[in-house]
């Protein structure tokens, strides 16, 4: 179909990883131009130059950052729509690339908030999230290779003992040398690897440490509260961004998903699981922190007080509610902290 240029149109595209498939809609919502384009920077260029200073409409997806920034450095308004909240192209019984695309248009023409858009990073908030998310991965890496060569063992009638994932390897070679060198070497190459992970993750973490310290020290405010340490505060500097575009400081729960869904219609209320939106690792990092302050070395504190006072109330899920409850706590205080510059006062367990 011929392509004409309008400052008028709106171009949807389905992101893909090789492909993406690009609908745009005149002033009038008439398609004027349907293709599938190739996934390259070149490729993004001609559109650009068939739709000047268009609104360009995409879902999130892993190259949504990237392609966002670059089409508003050729002049470009971008959304980027919350899948989670596109129900309208999800529950299509006649779902494809193209008519995914034709929707985004359609849906941003009729009223942008209809695609619910999200803002991206920058790209230096991206790269430095780089050394944390590798960290991450190779920490997960770890677990499974331990895994692994723990039950392996186990069939064998060896039991080892659980000692810090990071001492793992030490002490099976340790355990295994005097009783069951065979066995040792076997499982040596195993214990090499864990070697190379530790040694890489530990460099991580003080390329993690230093970045902190040199280019964020706002996270110097956040890590006087407990639970809190380099790796959270660094990424949750990162993933909030300015944190001034929350207009109340509680929203932020509702951004990490840490507050209930809610199915409300005429008297039934129904009490449902918290959302799980946002920030994934962000969330896990939170509940993780939550879990410390609840657990038996968290400082007897008021935040702690009212955890197990919410976790005594009793009933289904009672323990996992008050972790989620000072999960979201924990973003509520880091995000004052951080929008005012100022240090974390621990209140003491009223007496």
């Known amino acids: 179909m011929k392509t004409k240029s309008s400052s008028t149109t709106t171009p949807g595209i389905d992101l893909g990883d090789r492909k993406r498939a690009v609908c745009a809609l005149d002033a009038c919502g008439e398609i004027i131009a349907e293709q599938s384009i190739p996934n390259t920077r070149e490729s ?17 997806e892993m190259n949504s950052p990237w392609v966002s920034r670059f089409l508003e450095g050729l002049d470009h308004r971008v959304l980027v729509a919350n899948p989670r909240k596109l129900s309208a192209i999800y529950s299509n019984d006649h779902k494809c690339d193209r008519r995914d695309a034709e929707m985004l248009a359609r849906l941003a ?4 908030k209809l ?20 960290r991450d991965n ?9 895994s692994a060569g723990r039950f392996t063992l186990k069939s064998m009638g060896i039991r080892l003992r659980s000692p810090k994932t990071s001492c793992f390897a030490r002490h099976a070679r340790r355990e295994l040398e005097t009783d069951f060198p065979g066995t040792l070497a076997l499982i040596d190459p195993s214990l090499a690897v864990l070697d190379a992970m530790t040694a890489q993750i530990r460099e991580l973490e003080r390329a ?3 970045l902190a310290m040199e280019s964020y020290p706002q996270c110097a405010h956040l890590q006087g509260i407990t639970g809190v340490g380099t790796i959270t ?26 507050v209930p869904k809610r199915d409300q219609s005429g008297d039934t209320d129904k009490q449902l699981r918290i959302s799980k939106a946002g920030n994934a690792y962000l969330r896990r990092l939170l509940v993780s922190a939550a879990r410390y302050v609840l657990g038996p070395f968290g400082p007897d504190c008021e935040l702690k007080r009212h955890g197990m006072r919410l976790a005594e109330r009793g009933g289904k899920r009672a323990k996992k509610k008050a972790v989620v409850a ?3 706590k924990l973003a509520v205080i880091m995000l004052a902290l951080l929008r005012d ?5 621990e209140e003491p367990a009223a007496a």
């Open 44 to 60: 993004l260029t001609k559109l650009s130059a068939s739709h000047p200073q268009a609104l360009v409409v995409m879902e999130v």
């Open 109 to 112: 023409r009729a009223d942008e």
């Open 115 to 134: 695609v619910h858009p999200i803002t991206h990073g920058t790209e230096r908030a991206q790269r430095d999230l780089l050394q944390i998310k590798l």
């Open 138 to 146: 190779l920490v997960r890496q770890r677990v499974d290779v331990i």
């Open 208 to 210: 993690i440490e230093k």
């Open 233 to 258: 505060s660094l990424t949750f500097v990162l993933t909030i961004g300015d944190p001034k575009r929350f207009s109340r400081s509680r929203d932020v729960g509702a951004y990490l998903g840490l």
């Open 326 to 328: 000072i999960a979201r």
């Open 341 to 345: 510059g100022a240090d974390y006062r």
